[in-house]
């Protein structure tokens, strides 16, 4: 079956330090996701991206998360300036339609984000 | 905006017993997602149904839509059933994205 590949699995950075995590979806698929899942709380949406642009972000999603899909494969998150609070594993998903039209949701194996 | 309840949220059973996992949420929806979430972390989609019912393998997700309350039942539970199973909808408005449950942590012990 195809996969969702995320790197790196692991990722540990100082306060105030800037982080691209990056993820290749699956090559037909039209939708991408970003989910955060902080430890012991369930997962929690952050941003949505359709024809190369957001399609609908969470409240969570600010001015300091921005997303790319820089060469039609690749698809970062970046954290501009990390707090203590973004530490969480950050989960990368793709469909190929969207979740409320009975497709199935195709997720990475998570990068673990840690901020000291 | 739509609430996702799950329970229960933790369940221990022994290895060959018939799980049942609910979910009810709290608008109606066009599909509801249950995903496995394995010990070390990862995601994976079990099923995905809009009415009735889907089997596959020892699996089984059914869904009431009038009820707004869906269940995943394990038949002949197995300890490598041990994972997190969630429930996830989308919400109300033709969003894109899912709103997930806490989850049921569930242990299958031989």
């Known amino acids: 079956e195809p996969e969702v590949t995320q790197t790196p699995s692991h990722q540990v950075t100082q306060m105030g330090q800037e982080v691209i995590l990056r993820c290749v979806p699956i090559?037909?698929?039209?939708?991408f996701y970003w989910y955060r899942q902080i430890l012991g709380q369930k997962v929690e949406f952050l941003v949505s991206?359709?024809?190369?642009?957001?399609?609908?972000k969470s409240e969570i999603f600010d001015d300091q998360f921005s997303v790319e899909r820089p060469d039609g494969s690749n698809f970062t998150l970046k954290i501009r300036s990390t707090k203590l609070e973004d530490s969480a594993m950050y989960f990368c998903?793709?469909?190929?339609?969207?979740?409320?039209?009975?497709?199935?949701?195709?997720f990475g194996s998570g990068t673990q984000l840690s901020v000291l | 905006k739509n609430e996702v309840e799950q329970s229960p949220q933790n369940l221990t059973a022994q290895e060959g017993e018939f799980i049942t996992i609910n979910c009810s949420y709290s608008?109606?929806?066009?599909?509801l997602h249950w995903l496995q979430q394995h010990p070390g972390g990862g995601i994976v989609s079990l099923f995905m149904?809009?009415?009735g019912k889907k089997k596959h393998g020892r699996l089984i997700a059914t869904i009431n839509i009038q009820e707004k309350h869906s269940s995943l039942h394990i038949t002949a539970s197995h300890p490598r059933d041990s994972a997190v199973y969630i429930c996830?909808?989308?919400?109300?408005?033709?969003?894109?994205?899912?709103?997930f449950g806490k989850g049921t942590k569930l242990t299958v012990n031989p």
């Open positions: 149904l809009s009415s």
């Open positions: 608008v109606g929806i066009s599909a």
């Open positions: 991206f359709y024809n190369n642009e957001i399609s609908e």
């Open positions: 996830a909808v989308p919400p109300q408005g033709g969003s894109e994205k899912l709103v």
């Open positions: 090559s037909n698929h039209l939708y």
């Open positions: 998903a793709s469909t190929h339609a969207t979740p409320a039209t009975n497709e199935k949701l195709f």
